[in-house]
């Protein structure tokens, strides 16, 4: 069965550090995959995706994230964090059924909290 | 990107009440939307698949009677949650689906913070 899993429900980390949110999933066929960020009381936003061609996606807000087929990882990282990115971050997939697309799999998602 | 909107933002109603919420893709149309519920710190549970024209298919565990969703246009779905009970209070999402090329996009409402008391 299909599955997205974050492995870290919560990371806690200080201002200008690095961070990096994982993410694994598996499927039995080719996936799309993607990051969103939510903000509380706020619906979830796009932070990058993964299609195809370069495994190394750059996103919004500073952040990127490697797709690894070998290790099924999709990992979130940046290089310096800001108070401001304190928020949920959602792993997502899309399985690729050739003519047709899967729903989004979520994963349970990783609070970040950065401290100052 | 695509922008979907809710409506209401935030709503309070009593227990034994229903209460209807829209879905609006502002700038595309959408022949499937989905709704979604988020429960405190937790992940999104899809709730059902909403088709333009069709019923909607709901997931397991998931009462039809409950949540009633119509979706009479290609670019609004309603999901009306009936006969409200403090255990519908939860944070509902809208997510409507952006088909003009693949792979297909997704994109998500800001939400509502539906409180029953």
């Known amino acids: 069965a299909q599955s997205v899993t974050q492995l870290d429900s919560q990371v806690p980390v200080f201002e200008e550090a690095p961070v990096e949110l994982r993410c694994n999933y598996s499927?039995?066929?080719?996936?799309?995959l993607f990051w969103y960020v939510q903000y509380p009381n706020q619906g979830l936003q796009l932070l990058l995706k993964?299609?195809?061609?370069?495994?190394l996606v750059k996103g919004i807000n500073g952040f990127e994230a490697e797709f690894n087929k070998s290790q099924t990882s999709f990992h979130l990282r940046k290089p310096s964090v800001h108070i401001s990115d304190t928020a949920e971050y959602f792993c997502?997939?899309?399985?690729?059924?050739?003519?047709?697309?899967?729903?989004?799999?979520f994963g349970k998602g990783t609070k970040l909290s950065v401290k100052p | 990107g695509a922008v979907v909107s809710q409506h209401p933002s935030r709503v309070i109603c009593k227990s034994g009440t229903s209460v209807k919420i829209e879905c609006r893709s502002l700038d595309f149309q959408a022949t499937t939307m989905f709704w979604y519920r988020q429960f405190p710190k937790k992940s999104l549970m899809l709730m059902a698949t909403?088709?333009?024209?069709?019923?909607?298919?709901?997931e397991q565990g998931v009462e039809k009677d409950k949540f009633l969703i119509n979706h009479a246009s290609l670019t609004l779905s309603t999901l009306t949650v009936t006969s409200a009970h403090p255990e519908d209070s939860s944070f509902y999402i809208c997510?409507?689906?952006?088909?003009?090329?693949?792979?297909?996009?997704?994109?998500f409402g800001p939400g509502t913070r539906l409180t029953v008391t």
């Open positions: 993964y299609l195809s061609g370069s495994t």
């Open positions: 909403s088709n333009e024209g069709s019923k909607a298919t709901y």
């Open positions: 997502a997939a899309r399985m690729n059924y050739g003519g047709s697309q899967g729903n989004l799999i």
């Open positions: 997510s409507a689906l952006a088909t003009r090329q693949l792979p297909y996009e997704q994109y």
């Open positions: 499927s039995s066929v080719s996936v799309y």
